[in-house]
């Protein structure tokens, strides 16, 4: 059911790779909310051709390519969203993330760090590279809204999470940094919206995951929040009705942050 929350508005989509994607369900509120969209990802990801099928159900969204550490790239998909728009853009959600260490098995204390920075580029600074993109272009209206997508494991440990933890600490103070300048020159919010563990491509590769996501589950009182559920959240999130909310890391995981145990868990330890 939709209540037109983001009637007018228009916005790109960074990360939708299958229809578990976080980056995917979101794309299909914002249509069903009433916003134009833009999807975007990684050429090597749109080469397998799923995003079609979300653009056709987002009424013929564009497709366009932008490796999201490439500011060529970047400059080109802000054009070409303002271009296909006919303005500026309302919304932004960046739901990108990738860890070279993780995917190739190396363990935190014994990091490659060319990989790391590679994995820092991708998952974390890149943020600040698609805000400075939109900074230099002028190309959000006032108000505009961004959310990027992170783990709690940037304030807790969570060890077989490794550099990602890293990772995301950054791309949390990115957040705080670059929201605070977006905010004073032109009234841009900018969040990061911290995730429950959600079975989609990034979610499975890391180690672990099943025991980690029994684990949340147990340990949270509503439960786990799902995919669909976080994208009813990011909508919240680009509509005119959370406008004063910006630099903040929201947590988005059915009580799990503020939870130090629960009866579910000490009767599992007393077994
Ligand atoms: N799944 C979880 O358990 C979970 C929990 C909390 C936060 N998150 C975060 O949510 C976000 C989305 O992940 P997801 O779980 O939907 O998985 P996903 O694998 O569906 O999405 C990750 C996306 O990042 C894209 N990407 C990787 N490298 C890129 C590059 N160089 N340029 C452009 N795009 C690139 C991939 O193509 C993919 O679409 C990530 O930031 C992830 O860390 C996920």
Redesign the pocket.
């Known amino acids: 059911m939709s209540n037109n929350l983001l009637k007018g508005k228009t916005g790109i989509i ?5 229809e ?5 369900k979101t794309a299909l509120k914002c249509h069903e909310e009433g916003a134009r969209i833009v999807l ?3 050429p ?2 749109l080469r397998m051709g799923e995003i079609n099928k979300l653009s056709e159900a987002c009424g013929n969204a564009p497709v366009i390519g ?5 500011m060529d790239d970047l400059k080109n998909l802000f054009e070409k969203s303002m271009e296909h728009f006919g303005g500026k853009i309302d919304f932004v959600l ?5 860890s070279l260490n993780v995917r190739k098995g190396k363990h935190y204390t014994e990091m490659n760090y060319e990989w790391n920075q590679k994995t820092n580029d ?2 974390a600074t ?1 943020l600040h590279k698609v805000l400075r993109t939109a900074w230099d272009m002028d190309a959000l209206n006032e108000w505009a809204s961004v959310v ?4 709690i494991a940037a304030q807790r440990v969570f060890p077989d999470y490794n550099e ?1 933890a890293d990772a ?1 600490s950054l ?1 949390e103070s990115i957040t705080r940094m670059f929201g605070y300048y977006y905010g004073v020159k032109n009234k841009v919010r900018v969040n990061t ?14 180690k672990g ?1 099943d025991g980690f ?1 029994n684990y949340a589950e147990k340990m949270s009182p509503l439960g786990n929040a799902s ?1 669909e559920d976080c994208a009813n959240y990011i909508v919240t999130m680009f509509s005119d009705l959370t406008r004063m909310v910006t630099m903040q890391n929201l947590f988005h995981d059915g009580g799990f942050s503020f939870t130090g145990v629960t009866q579910a868990v000490i009767e599992q330890m007393e077994k």
């Not at 578990?20 to 995917?24: E, P, Y």
């Not at 960046?94 to 990738?98: A, D, L, Q, R, V």
């Open positions: 960074f990360g939708a790779l299958d578990k994607s976080i980056a995917w975007t990802n990684a090597v990801a932008a490796d999201v550490t490439n960046h739901s990108i993330g990738m991708i998952s890149s990027a997508l992170t783990y990602m995301k791309l919206i911290s995730q429950s563990p959600t079975r989609t491509t990034a979610g499975s590769g890391v995951f996501i995919g």
